[in-house]
């Protein structure tokens, strides 16, 4: 685990909460543009997770690779995506991460670590496991994490990735973001364990479940299995235990879900909640999170508005990225 005097620790709290803020306000203004249908796009939203990924964003290394989802918003602000490639990808447009071709599944910024977001549940497991293979292989001390939802705890791919990563002590790391409902079912309608992090003993590596938000405790987990990993101790299990506070989808209704399970969990709201802890530690004063919250805003607003005054995806973009070397083929 990372050591570190007073003002480091109050510097990586005030990197934790700016982070969380970030993620809300980018997730609000995508709620609030497509309700308002200022713009179009697709999205699933990640509200309500943003302790897990503030913590991966202070914990990974810049050259430390992250395979997440199509609910990966918050995963990939935290690992450092620009917003402006971000928002750019999910509506269409050129100056996206992949130019409007992706869309808001397939999401990747190499720069930042950002391997691969994926579209099918449970099909990040098994990149991962080749991604901290070339790792080991080259000799470097580089740590991929791959991200995932208690769904995809179910899939054989998740389960092939688990067992491949442990019989080749990988440095790997595992890091499950269970909001509760896979899609629209709850998990304890989809497995009989309790605690998906038990499943981890099945691989002989270590499984931990943690506050999915209270990002000191998910940042604590993550430093020991990121530190075991880099070290060369093979692969770890992290259940990270949080909700999902909108739909499967942007739209959705969620008729599946108790409204008072979703009351309670709102009411418990990560991101305020770690302000408060600030506030009552002395870490930060009412004036800097003020401060915070206002930069957030700023940030994701200028993204936004040079995303909407960036030019749509062409046609021409179809056979681009297709080929190493363009081939014609005949009529």
């Known amino acids: 685990m990372n050591r570190c005097g007073q003002g480091d620790r109050d510097d990586f709290r005030r990197r934790l909460y700016a982070l969380m803020v970030l993620m809300k306000t980018a997730d609000d203004r995508l709620a609030k543009g497509i309700s308002t249908g200022e713009f179009m796009c697709v999205y699933w939203p990640s509200r309500g997770q943003e302790a897990i990924a503030a913590a991966m964003g202070v914990v990974l290394r810049t050259d430390d690779q992250l395979v997440t989802t199509y609910r990966g918003l918050h995963d990939l602000i935290g690992k450092g995506v620009p917003l402006q490639e971000i928002f750019g990808e999910m509506m269409g447009r050129t100056v996206g991460a992949g130019r409007g071709k992706g869309g808001t599944m397939h999401i990747a910024n190499p720069a930042s670590g950002v391997m691969l977001s994926t579209g099918i549940v449970g099909a990040g497991p098994p990149v991962a496991v080749g991604l901290a293979l070339a790792g080991k292989r080259k000799g470097l001390d580089r740590v991929t994490v791959v991200s995932f939802g208690d769904g995809a705890a179910n899939t054989g791919s998740f389960h092939e990735a688990a ?21 629209m079912t709850p998990t304890s309608a989809t497995m009989k364990l309790e605690h998906v992090a038990d499943r981890a003993a099945g691989y002989a590596m270590p499984g931990v479940r943690v506050d999915g938000n209270d990002p000191l405790g998910v940042r604590s987990a993550l430093d020991d299995a990121v530190g075991r990993a880099r070290g060369g101790g093979g692969p770890a299990f992290i259940e990270c235990v ?14 599946y879900m108790p409204k008072d399970e979703l009351a309670a969990a709102m009411a418990a709201d990560p991101v305020p909640r770690f302000g408060n802890y600030l506030l009552e530690t002395g870490v930060c004063g009412e004036d800097e999170l003020r401060r915070i919250d206002d930069e957030a805003l700023q940030q994701v607003e200028t993204a936004v508005q040079a995303v909407m005054t960036a030019d749509s995806t062409s046609a021409d973009e179809l056979e681009r990225d297709v080929y190493a070397t363009p081939i014609t083929f005949p009529v």
């Open 242 to 255: 949080t909700f999902r506070f909108r739909g499967h989808y942007f739209g959705d209704r969620m008729p």
């Open 163 to 183: 067992n491949m990563a442990a019989l080749w002590d990988l440095p790997l790391v595992f890091v499950c973001q269970n909001n509760r409902y896979a899609e």
